[in-house]
């Protein structure tokens, strides 16, 4: 079991950034497979990105290939996601998420997800 904390929302014009974190409890946290999800108004909650917890390698959805970066500290039990030149677009609430698999190294679909964080709003201003 692990509790997932998400922080760093906020309210930012274009082309602006933020760094959303999730803080992490649990069971060894370099043993979850996390990633980052998005739902907007309206919409179906969407993959974001991943990091993969054997390679470190990092997996994103089209839309923000190049302008989010996701990372991880283990020693601190914490998942980072950078958002750079933000757009409309990116206006969602952001979840932080993590498979109970133990084989699982990345979480890229809904269905693979066993723990959730809470949320946090990303507001974009044109």
């Known amino acids: 079991q692990v509790q997932l904390v998400e922080s760093g929302g906020g309210l930012v014009q274009a082309g602006g950034s933020l760094r959303l974190s999730c803080a992490a409890s649990g069971r060894t946290f370099s043993s979850y497979a996390m990633g980052w999800f998005r739902q907007a108004p309206g919409k179906e909650r969407e993959f974001v990105a991943t990091?993969?917890?054997?390679?470190?390698?990092?997996y994103y959805t089209d839309s923000v290939k190049g302008r989010f970066t996701i990372s991880r500290d283990n020693a601190k039990n914490t998942l980072y996601l950078q958002l750079n030149s933000l757009k409309p677009e990116d206006t969602a609430v952001y979840y932080c998420a993590a498979s109970g698999q133990s084989t699982k190294v990345i979480v890229t679909t809904i269905s693979q997800v066993d723990y959730w964080g809470q949320g946090t709003q990303v507001t974009v201003s044109s």
């Open positions: 990091i993969s917890r054997i390679s470190g390698s990092t």
